[in-house]
């Protein structure tokens, strides 16, 4: 299954709401997640089953969708926020991932 | 708070195999998909192939033929073997806790601190 993610990269503000899209192939239920990996670092899971918050993970963040299409949203940009995100989908073997989004600063 | 610490050889030469090996801490072994991830510099993510506490894997198909990944559940690690290598093989290799899907998050949750691997022809 192909994962697409939009825009690849983007530049906002500290306080911007920012939203990023990731289109499936074909329809993957839920089974999808997001990534943040900043330079040098293994990804941390964000959000998991498409909405669900990862424990620790900022309330700024938030996941919907179904199917094929899902949205991350961050409400109000942070400095720590700036970072690459990446979709993932565990509907279908193999695991795969999104191309990635690039979130820097304006 | 559990932990991946993993380690393997960095500098590899083209046709040589790949031996990397994860130790999980700090939490249970049992019940949880234990996966290889690897990314290549300045690229994004690929799933290598995972392993369950009883020894069933799923590989990549795209990398199947060159992949093993093992076990070993008295020492709470497993591991990943490569071989063929080629310079496209060039990547930080992650290992990866998944819970499964029925009763867990499905996702990724916890990564070891990756280990890049260098292939020279």
């Known amino acids: 299954i192909h994962l697409t993610q939009s825009p690849s990269s983007l530049s906002a503000s500290v306080g911007d709401r920012v939203t990023i899209t990731c289109r499936a192939s074909?329809?993957?239920?839920?089974?999808l997640a997001w990534y943040q990996q900043k330079p040098g670092k293994a990804p941390d899971l964000l959000i998991y089953l498409a909405s669900t918050l990862q424990s620790g993970v900022p309330s700024r963040f938030s996941g919907s969708g179904s199917g094929s299409d899902f949205t991350l949203t961050i409400s109000s940009l942070q400095p720590e926020d700036f970072a690459t995100y990446y979709c993932q989908q565990l509907n279908v073997y193999p695991p795969t991932f999104g191309g990635g989004t690039k979130v820097d600063i304006k | 708070q559990v932990q991946l610490q993993q380690w393997g050889a960095g500098l590899l030469k083209s046709s040589e195999t790949l031996s990397l090996t994860c130790a999980v801490s700090?939490?249970?072994?049992?019940?949880?998909?234990w996966s290889w991830i690897r990314q290549p510099p300045g690229k994004g993510l690929e799933w290598i192939g995972d392993i369950n506490d009883r020894g069933s894997t799923n590989y990549n198909p795209s990398l199947r033929s060159r992949v093993t990944i093992s076990v070993d559940t008295s020492k709470k690690q497993f591991s990943l073997n490569l071989n063929s290598l080629t310079a496209a093989d060039t990547a930080v290799y992650y290992c990866?806790?998944?819970?499964?899907?029925?009763?867990?998050?499905?996702?990724?949750?916890?990564w070891g601190r990756g280990t890049l691997v260098s292939v020279s022809s």
């Open positions: 990866v806790r998944r819970p499964g899907c029925s009763s867990g998050s499905c996702a990724f949750d916890y």
């Open positions: 700090g939490g249970s072994f049992s019940d949880y998909y």
């Open positions: 074909q329809g993957i239920s839920n089974y």
